[in-house]
């Protein structure tokens, strides 16, 4: 990448050549300007070729680490130790949140060891006469129906119909979580999935009866902005930022685009050509992955700036849509580190599978064994998959140069061809 004029000034600021140098007589601050100090031939040539360097180790780094991920090279270890079952669970910036079987909800950095966290009580265990068997199947634990977070904003949904938001405060070496509201998403449904932009001031919730509700916070107050209502139970919601869209899949196997601030429809709604329901979704380089119920999983190319299916991808899917040999059963969660070409997915017969995606006919690559069917959610960062699934902890699999010298938390989570 050729060096700027700009990206020099600011290399030259890092190294002081620009920096605010204080007067003692009269305590204001003067800068140094470049026509007072003539940068030698000789330090320029130097400073490009010490930044070049740096960009070739940067590229070098993400590189090895993409070759990590495809390969398996990889450290597992305990994230978290939780006093409950952990049902929900949603990771940020080196933070993971998660909900429990008893309704509760905490928050903890994810270090090189295991964590606790405090729990602070958001939602009911169980509501009498709930049928939960569209988002559980039948094992029904409990709790924390839904979660996300973004940065120290924590969301999270319950069997009341509610949403509770809260802020993660740093307290001493760790975090608390503080109230901040309760939104209403369907009193007397089940809040099913819920999705926060990355500012921390939109989100939108779904519920089993097939409502979707849209808020924003302005001036620090959470407000309902728009609803939708759908016949089928809405069973997951995720949001597109780049192009302004929540995408919500139903037990009917039908996905719609709304769009964010306003919760209109921004395209026709499509169902994929296995005719199961839709679990969980995911955009990653371009496409829609849609998880399905019956542990199948679809990609769909995506047109570059409005929601909608690419023109050439109208027609029912091929083999080359379909990412196979499919899960055994419904595929509760996917992710996708940035590094691109890589999705991962997570069943609810506790099997997790990395995938080649960028490849034409996409391929599983390797998969995770020895978690559960609590297993709900899994999230990926540069160099890291997390994931609930394993009783009363949270799982980090660590693809950092690192990886083989640290000792895998449980021998039954072997990788596997």
Sequence with gaps: MPLTYKSLLLALAATHALVPRANPKNSRLQRTRLHEKPIDSDEMASLYQELRARQS??????????????????????????????????????????GTASGGVGCCRVGQGPSRADVVKAHP??????????????????????IDMAGRVVVSGGRGGQVQVHQAIPKGDSLTLEAVTTLDVSVGSTVSSVAVA???????????????????????EWKATWSSKNDAAALTVILDEERDACVVGFSDGEVYALDVNSGEEL???????????????????????????DG????????????AIHPSQLILETKADR?????GDAVVAMCAPPCGGIVCTASRDGSIRVWDSAAREPRALYGFQGFKVWIGS???????????????????????????ARAPVDPSLERRG
């Excluded at 929900?88 to 910036?93: H, K, L, S």
């Excluded at 089993?208 to 808020?215: E, H, R, V, W, Y």
């Excluded at 169902?271 to 990653?284: D, E, M, N, P, Q």
């Design 198 to 220: 990355d500012d921390g001031k939109t989100l939108v919730a779904c519920a089993l009866d097939g409502s979707i509700q849209g808020f924003a916070c302005v001036d620090e």
């Design 125 to 146: 265990r169980a509501v009498e006469g709930q049928d939960l068997s569209k988002l559980h199947g039948a094992y029904d634990g409990g709790g924390v129906t839904a």
């Design 296 to 307: 199948s999983v679809v990609r769909r190319k995506l047109c570059v700036d409005t929601f």
């Design 323 to 327: 990412l196979l040999p499919p899960h």
């Design 378 to 404: 899994l999230c990926a960062s540069a160099d890291t998959l997390i994931s609930d699934g394993s009783d009363n902890a949270i799982i980090q699999h660590t693809f950092d140069r690192d990886a083989e």
């Design 57 to 98: 180790d940067v590229e070098a780094d993400r590189a090895q680490t993409l070759e990590r991920w495809r390969t398996g090279g990889c450290s597992s270890t305990v994230a978290v130790a939780a006093s409950d079952w952990v049902r929900r669970m949603a990771f940020d910036g080196g933070t993971v949140a998660f």
């Design 267 to 293: 395209c026709e709604p499509f169902t994929t050509a296995t005719g199961a329901g839709c679990r969980s979704l995911l955009v990653s380089d371009g496409h829609l992955f849609v998880g399905g119920a």
